[in-house]
């Protein structure tokens, strides 16, 4: 079946940097799309950015800059490179497989989803 697993999460300093990992199986679709997600304790879950089996990408206006996703199409993994962090990037990050390769954040377009990484962002 497909499972999606995140990995990378855990707890740094203002201003570090992470690396997030989503590593995806049990799928054969040649078309698909993989993004970003996070939520923070009481808030909704929010879109970051996504990359399709084209290998193009597309990032939330408010998440360019700090946050680069990439891929590794041999080993089927996307990763989140999160760099100069703020404690308001505390959340727990999750990713996210959809059908087809158009680049789009829409939550419900995304048929599963990983367990999720926690980050923490404190001194």
């Known amino acids: 079946q497909v499972q999606l697993v995140e990995s990378g999460g855990g707890l740094v300093q203002p201003g570090g940097s992470l690396r997030l990992s989503c590593a995806a199986s049990?799928?054969?679709?040649?078309?698909?799309?993989i993004g970003w997600f996070r939520q923070a304790p009481g808030k909704e879950r929010e879109a970051i950015s996504c990359?399709?089996?084209?290998?193009?990408?597309y990032y939330i206006n408010s998440m360019k800059g700090r946050f680069t996703i990439s891929r590794d199409d041999d080993k089927k993994t996307v990763y989140l490179q999160m760099s100069n962090l703020k404690p308001e990037d505390t959340a727990v990050y999750y990713c996210?497989?959809?059908?087809?390769?158009?680049?789009?954040?829409?939550?419900?377009?995304?048929?599963?989803w990983g367990q999720g990484t926690q980050v923490t962002v404190s001194s």
């Open positions: 996210g497989l959809k059908r087809r390769s158009a680049l789009i954040l829409e939550k419900f377009l995304y048929m599963y």
């Open positions: 049990g799928f054969t679709w040649d078309s698909y799309a």
């Open positions: 990359i399709n089996s084209d290998g193009n990408s």
